[in-house]
């Protein structure tokens, strides 16, 4: 079993910077592939950024390049997101997701929700213009 736990979230104006932490519990997170996605109000859960096991692999959505990054630290059972050059419309809930096993295939699959195994409760993020 494993626990996520977002953090960082919060109300910023259009332009500025947040980095949302993900805490993950247990012993399989340096195997583990971790992603971020987020919803907002009456849309889907869309993909935003994932990480490999080995963190050599990081993969984005098209939105949001060049503006954020994923990054892990295993030595803290930690993922991170830092989100530059903020939009109104990058406000949603942000969740953490973890696939707890090594994965040797293509980018496509970091981008579905069903490829992870577990979810944080979401952190929000609102930007406002």
């Known amino acids: 079993q494993v626990q996520l736990v977002e953090s960082g979230g919060g109300l910023v104006q259009a332009g500025g910077s947040l980095r949302l932490s993900c805490a993950a519990s247990g012993r399989t997170f340096s195997s583990s592939a971790m992603g971020w996605f987020r919803q907002a109000p009456g849309k889907e859960r869309e993909f935003v950024a994932a990480i490999s096991w080995s963190g050599d692999s990081l993969y984005n959505t098209d939105s949001v390049k060049g503006r954020f990054a994923i990054s892990r630290d295993n030595a803290k059972n930690t993922v991170y997101l830092q989100m530059n050059s903020l939009k109104p419309e990058d406000t949603a809930i942000y969740y953490c997701?973890?696939?707890?096993?090594?994965?040797?295939?293509?980018?496509?699959?970091?981008?579905?929700?069903?490829?992870?195994?577990?979810w944080g409760q979401g952190t929000q993020v609102t930007v406002s213009s």
């Open positions: 997701a973890a696939r707890p096993r090594i994965f040797l295939g293509g980018s496509d699959y970091y981008t579905r929700p069903q490829f992870y195994d577990y």
